[in-house]
């Protein structure tokens, strides 16, 4: 049951709000010893105030920051059809200014605190939310509560906002995902709101006035309707008696009940085939289930994760593993307030279609014949343990549980009871809900495909397709500033560098092992091997198959990655505490001893070169690949992490083995263990899984830097599309730079939504809906720029816009107030950074691994905190140089 979704991973969620965090990793007490205690409303306080809002209040001292979130109990299905879209421009809308705070003063509040501020927008809620260092716990509350309170919604910043909601969606119409995700929806419901879009339509958008935004808050913006959380470092009662101060004078307004059309069951397969500047088919497909509080939600649950969670899964194994027909896919269900869907996505080729779609349909048919085994379903009820420690290891994590359970279930105890309830699902009961809502007059199927090209669509993907009938003998089983503090590194006999930090606040332990690599490595015509050897890695041993890695891992919950970048390559991982020392093994055999399996090279090839061709219907990736290459004609930076499509072809398996063979030494790599371990027994038991480790066949390469820019250097690729996206960036400062910190600090100045550039060109005057600055320090050198998207009539106002704001920070610097802010954002966001232990382990490997030390990233808070205006001056003049710069195009 998807209750959040990070948009970096399936889009489909994100878009609907669903961001950051599953349903499933909601608390109890797990069976483990060590985790008995890990319940998240353990300490959570629950409180009604006269006026009717709900305040959740939980102490966690574990992090020097705080996270508040204000939930309401209203979406776009509240919205009449000619309201489609208001609820999301009242989210815009809301931090506009107050009677106490002018426009952008709100966000800068946050910012200059640390912190960061944003909402977003779902069929069912409004979330707004606050992260901040602990110490500005205060001000967060005073910042959210005034401005859901007491926002102004002024006629002049209606118009603008509207301008800057346009762009939004004229964003979404070049984004095919999305563009499917509407018509599927469309599909599937015929009657209920959660048919339209939330973002509105542009009729609906231009037509919105200041009145019919004051009608929409009076009945829904009511403390009766609202859920207020609190998770972090902070003294309960003093923030209860400090909410019950701010939210006593709320507005008085009439409030509403939500009436919603009831959805007709339907009765018949639905279809829906379009062809558009597409590049890949793009293909979905959704079971009406029901409503997120129904008990059948959690067998649904558990098949979620059978079906579709990682590479031991069913879909996994039939669609990727065997016969590698998509190039990527994705299983969940919607976690509404009414009955919502199941969904099955996947990107493919046109040529796949037909067999996707049988092997699809094969997979639920297993499912409905023949029970799990016990083995599989137990392995599902891990994988939720697992997901929900990890989903303790930051306040917001923790607030999101209690705000989504609070909101949509009246109850933040629900979230104890779900995984009890989940752990007592029994294999019958997973068949009997697919048999229940995975039938054929139940689906509705959306495709979208390039245009002019056959798409071979089998008439029979249809009801006969779906038949759950089952076969007399059925198909074989499935059995298958604090973050370095504690932390010490030993170097072992062999070279390895080992990083240690213990922290027993949860069962679990986050690993980095890091080697310097990734493209900044690559020779010439092997662009794209780092990624490709790094995707490789897990895909089998001298000792494992790429079968046996997967369910091994599976079975343990955990998870292990190759990475590649630009400057490194290498393996991170996550288990529970438990595991740790078969996960080590596990991890050492990748590192040692992959073979690069020719199956599965062919695989990994077709996967890369789709994507690859899938950048063309993303307009920032071929907009950021041709800045890059643009930028650095002379150094490797120049060429795509993912390599070119004429490189990816030639790749071998030699080729790759013996790149990757040059760069894996002892003295080359890093390996970084966070969490719940011992270090005393940990050390000599790395030393053992090490001690056949080869020393270096001849040590690395030196890498000649990228000679300065001396011109105004211009790129365009012409893509048809709603906007035209740009950016205009200089050589900027590398890692090791001495205006690195300077730089961050810039970069942070005009970014965000209290930023020059948000305030200048977007609220000032709705040029873009999105717009920042953007920096990538690397080895050697480094990149820093500013991005704009905009409607292509506005392009050349933009440029000027952008060079304006460029230029007065070369001439002039920052404002005393700008760079305090930005140091104070800046320094808390680093903060809230390091909260995981994976995070942690990334950062101090790769620090290390980079030649800064493992503890470089407590020197580097102490050299932003050091900072002054005429560092800013200088390191502005050096790196922003008159026409010497890059301005690269993507668009009509």
């Given at each position: ?530 990624n490709f050897a790094a995707r490789m890695l897990t895909r089998g041993t001298s ?90 004609p002379h150094f490797p930076y120049g060429h795509p992490i993912s390599g070119t ?153 933009a440029k000027t816009g952008i060079s304006e704001q460029l230029e007065a920070v ?83």
């Open positions: 049951m998807k209750v959040f979704k990070k948009p970096s991973t399936r889009r489909k969620y994100a878009w609907f709000g669903l961001a950051l965090l599953s349903a499933l990793i909601l608390s109890l007490s797990l069976r483990t010893a060590k985790t008995h205690a890990a319940s998240v409303t353990d300490g959570a306080h629950r409180y009604r105030l006269d006026n009717g809002l709900t305040v959740i209040l939980k102490q966690d001292e574990s992090a020097p920051v705080a996270a508040i979130q204000l939930w309401v109990k209203t979406g776009s299905a509240n919205e009449t059809e000619k309201e489609a879209g208001l609820t999301h421009l009242i989210e815009h809308m809301i931090f506009k200014g107050t009677p106490s705070r002018k426009t952008g003063e709100i966000a800068r509040a946050i910012e200059s605190a640390g912190g960061h501020i944003n909402a977003y927008t779902s069929f069912d809620r409004t979330v707004y939310y606050v992260e901040i260092p602990a110490s500005r716990f205060a001000t967060g509350l005073d910042v959210l509560l005034d401005a859901v309170q007491h926002s102004l919604f002024d006629p002049l910043e209606l118009a603008r906002e509207k301008e800057v909601v346009l762009e939004e969606y004229r964003r979404s119409l070049d984004i095919p995902q999305r563009q499917l995700n509407w018509d599927v929806m469309d599909l599937c419901y015929d009657r209920h709101p959660y048919q339209r879009p939330i973002i509105g339509y542009e009729k609906t958008i231009r037509s919105f006035t200041r009145e019919d935004i004051l009608h929409y808050m009076d009945k829904w913006y009511t403390p009766d309707n609202m859920v207020l959380v609190g998770v972090g470092d902070f003294d309960p009662q003093q923030a209860l008696h400090t909410i019950k101060g701010l939210v006593s004078d709320f507005p008085d307004r009439t409030g509403a009940s939500p009436s919603r059309p009831e959805e007709p069951p339907q009765t018949a397969l639905r279809k829906r085939v379009k062809q558009d500047r597409v590049q890949q088919v793009y293909m979905d497909l959704c079971w009406h289930i029901p409503a997120l509080t129904h008990p059948d939600m959690y067998a649904l649950d558990v098949l979620e994760i059978i079906l579709g969670h990682g590479k031991s899964s069913r879909l996994y194994k039939a669609l990727k593993m065997k016969a590698n027909l998509v190039h990527d896919f994705g299983a969940g269900a919607y976690a509404l307030a009414d009955p919502g869907l199941f969904s099955i996505e996947a990107t493919l080729s046109p040529d796949m279609l037909n067999r996707s779609l049988e092997a699809l349909a094969q997979e639920i048919r297993k499912l409905a014949c023949k029970p799990v085994s016990q083995a599989e379903l137990e392995k599902a009820k891990t994988i939720v343990e697992a997901d929900f420690v990890f989903g303790m290891e930051d306040m917001s994590g923790q607030a999101r549980t209690l705000g989504f359970f609070q909101t949509m279930t009246g109850d933040m105890n629900h979230a104890d009871l779900y995984l009890e309830r989940l752990q007592e699902v029994t294999a019958p009961e997973v068949r009997r809900v697919v048999r229940t809502y995975f039938r054929p007059d139940n689906l509705s199927i959306g495709i979208l495909g390039p245009k002019g090209e056959a798409l071979p669509l089998n008439k029979d993907a249809s009801t006969k397709l779906f038949e759950l009938s089952c076969p007399r003998k059925s198909a074989a089983s499935h059995d298958e500033a604090s973050a370095v503090k504690n932390a010490e590194m030993v170097t072992l006999p062999t070279g390895i560098r080992l990083i240690i930090k213990e922290d027993h606040d949860l069962p679990a332990v986050s690993i980095t092992g890091a080697f310097l690599g990734g493209t900044r490595l690559e020779r010439p015509g092997d662009w794209g091997i780092s000792q494992r198959s790429f079968a046996d890695i997967a369910s091994t891992v599976g079975s343990w919950g955990g998870q292990v990655n190759g990475f590649s970048g630009r400057n490194s390559l290498g393996v991170s991982a996550r288990f529970l505490s438990k595991d740790l020392y078969a996960a080590l093994a596990l991890l050492a055999d990748v590192v040692q001893n992959s073979t690069f399996p020719d199956p599965e090279i062919a695989k990994v090839k077709a996967d890369i070169l789709a994507g690859i061709r899938a950048k063309k219907d993303r307009p920032m990736a071929l907009l950021f690949d041709l800045f890059y290459k643009t930028l650095y499509p004429e490189t990816i072809q030639d790749m071998t398996r030699d080729r790759v083995m013996d790149w990757y063979r040059q760069l894996v030494f002892p003295s080359n790599f890093v390996l970084a263990v966070v969490g719940d371990v011992d270090a005393e027994s940990l050390i000599p038991y790395v030393e053992t899984l090490f001690s056949d480790f080869p020393a270096s066949p001849g040590g690395l390469p030196d890498i000649p830097a990228e000679p300065p820019l001396m011109e105004v250097r211009e790129g365009h690729i012409r893509r048809p599309g709603a906007q035209t996206h740009l950016v205009w960036g200089y050589l900027g400062a590398g890692l090791k730079s001495s205006e690195n910190a300077a730089m961050a600090l810039i970069k942070t100045a005009l970014s965000g939504q209290s930023g020059r550039l948000f305030i200048q060109l977007r609220d000032e005057q709705s040029l873009a809906y999105a717009v920042t600055a953007f920096r990538r320090p690397g080895l050697g050198t480094g990149a820093f720029g500013v991005y704009l998207a905009c409607d292509p009539a506005k392009l050349n106002e070369r001439q002039k610097g920052l404002t005393r107030e700008e760079l305090d802010e930005a140091r104070t954002y800046l320094l808390g966001n680093l903060a809230i950074g390091q909260q995981t232990n994976a995070s942690q382990a990334m950062q101090m490997a790769l620090d290390e691994l980079y030649g800064l030390g493992y503890t470089h990233r407590q020197r580097y808070r102490e050299e932003i905190q050091s900072v002054t205006p005429e560092d800013i001056q200088a390191a502005a003049q050096k790196i922003i140089l008159p026409e010497k710069h890059v301005i690269v195009t993507v668009g009509p």
